[in-house]
């Protein structure tokens, strides 16, 4: 009797641990897709922003051509449907790059920069930026935790019966990193100005002067005769 009811005890624990599993991977799925949705809808703000700024920047540099199409080709290839994470991480990466050039082509045209339009749309457009960073944060850690679940002994065997898959992270590769300030390596040993020398030391000081003498050093004076003698 004793020996069934240990049997039984078992059983039901684990019965009790494959539907604690199967309702945590069901659970971390949900978040997953539920984080995704949410950056899509930052995204398509995005997506809006950045058209509205093409139409402020053609009413002042209409022949800036290839520069405003090479915005609206990425942007309409960023809005293409079903883009999985990775592949929509990819066109908006071009169209990020895109922006940058528009940006810098803004630089040129005073009025264009002085019109309050283009600095809403460019400011709500940094904001826009760092919604998304936050739900992308938000998101790839949902997915590395789902991940781990997939992939861990053994809830990887109740995965599997739940169709429960990993997922893709979103990696958005922004502009080009900004290099760190680089020393200039004098193989002359150095110059004036905190330089590095050959082999990564500071350049060696000139030798120190000798301090000058309070007595041999002094500056001569001419010397005042001694007083007549009293006759």
Do not use: C
């Amino acid at each position: 009797m004793i020996p069934l009811i240990i049997i039984g005890v078992i059983v039901l624990g684990l019965v009790a641990w494959f539907f604690s599993a199967y309702n945590g991977l069901i659970k971390l799925r949900n978040l997953t897709q539920e984080a995704w949705a949410q950056i899509d809808v930052e995204l398509k703000r995005r997506h809006d922003l950045i058209g509205n700024l093409v139409e402020t920047v053609k009413g002042y540099a209409a022949h800036e051509r290839g520069t405003l199409e090479a915005v609206t080709q990425a942007r309409a290839a960023a809005m293409a449907p079903g883009l999985s994470p990775a592949a929509t991480a990819k066109s908006e990466a071009a169209l990020t790059q895109a922006l940058v050039r528009l940006n810098a082509v803004s630089e040129a045209y005073p009025d264009l920069k002085a019109n309050q339009n283009f600095s809403a749309l460019q400011a709500e457009l940094g904001a826009t930026e760092d919604r998304i960073a936050s739900a992308r944060r938000y998101y790839n850690a949902n997915v590395r935790e789902l991940n781990t679940k997939v992939e861990s002994i053994p809830t990887n065997f109740v995965a599997g019966m739940a169709s429960v898959t990993k997922a893709e992270y979103f990696e958005l590769d922004g502009p080009a990193e900004r290099e760190a300030p680089k020393v200039s390596f004098d193989p002359a040993g150095g110059s004036a100005g905190g330089s590095v020398g050959q082999a990564g030391q500071a350049a060696p000081l000139p030798p120190a002067q000798p301090a000058p003498s309070p007595i041999q050093d002094a500056p001569a004076y001419p010397q005042t005769p001694p007083p007549p003698a009293a006759g």
